[in-house]
């Protein structure tokens, strides 16, 4: 099951990374750049995961746990994003934050994934051993606990949009680092809390849409419209592999911690006996 969690969280990663690059017509970022954010966002919140559970769990990674993960970024991103000399508009700003924060929510999916599909009444179609045929996965694919999930990470990308969008305006605006910090956190805490608190507002949504249109539209570079590549495909070939081999590595770090043995003859292993199907030892 695991290897088609993988997969299904590589595919969503490498779509949006693609959405990205492609939306950036103007002056387009370097692709290796969005791929070192994007391999940060994963790094950070596969840390944070596996931080929590050390410290007792935190079981499936969404409500306020997403607070959390848009809180630590809209803190981090200001501060590295200064440093980039490629900061020169401000669209710029939204596609470093979507690529990072589009990191993090790929592991958030490898985080809940697999509790979603254990949930599901076709979770057999994914069971060790199955052979699943495209109607299986299409039919687990639109199950309610599965668009549930996507709908989380749909959330953390849109805060995402907002984020990236007070980045590049403040900081091409000349604002202060602690402004752009401060303002960045109390938009995506306000961006996630509403989207969260109305279950999915479709207003939060189409006004994300139309704060990249109008952002990119309004781009310093628009006169120069970046020049085709003739490697672009070789770009893309070596993005997915970059992507898929990442979500491989934190799905493997992520099963070993969940997976990891009690010691012998604890009193854990007594009660997961007892619970597993051993004798009941009740008078």
């Known amino acids: 099951m695991d290897i088609y969690i993988a997969s299904f969280a590589g595919l969503l990663s490498s779509l949006l990374l693609t959405i990205v690059y492609l939306a950036d017509r103007y002056e387009r970022e370097p692709i290796e750049l969005i791929q070192d954010f994007f391999l940060s966002g994963l790094l950070f919140q596969l840390v944070l995961i596996l931080a929590v559970n050390a410290l007792g769990g935190a079981g499936p990674w969404s409500g306020a746990w997403l607070l959390v993960t848009v809180g630590c970024a809209a803190i981090y991103l200001p501060y590295q994003l200064r440093k980039q000399a490629e900061m020169d508009e401000r669209f710029d700003g939204i596609v470093y934050s979507v690529a990072f924060l589009g990191g993090a929510t790929c592991v958030i999916h490898l985080q809940n994934l697999p509790g979603v599909v254990a949930a599901s009444q076709y ?15 299409l039919i687990l694919i639109t199950s309610p606990g599965l668009s549930a999930e996507l709908g989380h990470g749909c959330v953390v990308i849109l805060a995402a949009v907002f984020v990236g969008a007070v980045i590049g305006a403040f900081q091409l605006g000349g604002r202060t680092l602690l402004q752009t910090v401060v303002v960045s956190v109390v938009t995506g805490g306000a961006v996630l809390g509403i989207d969260l608190a109305t279950g999915g507002s479709w207003t939060i949504r189409v006004a994300a849409f139309g704060v990249v249109l109008a952002f990119k539209r309004r781009s310093v570079f628009k006169d120069r419209p970046q020049p085709l590549e003739r490697d672009v495909l070789v770009l893309a070939v070596k993005t997915v592999l970059v992507v898929f081999g990442a979500a491989l590595l934190a799905t493997v ?20 006996a007892g619970h597993a199907g051993g004798p009941d030892l009740t008078p």
């Open 123 to 137: 979770r057999d179609a994914l069971a060790s051993g199955a052979a699943p045929d495209l109607r299986d996965l």
């Open 253 to 272: 770090l992520l099963q070993t911690i969940a997976e990891e043995p009690l010691a012998p003859g604890s009193l854990g292993d007594g009660a997961h």
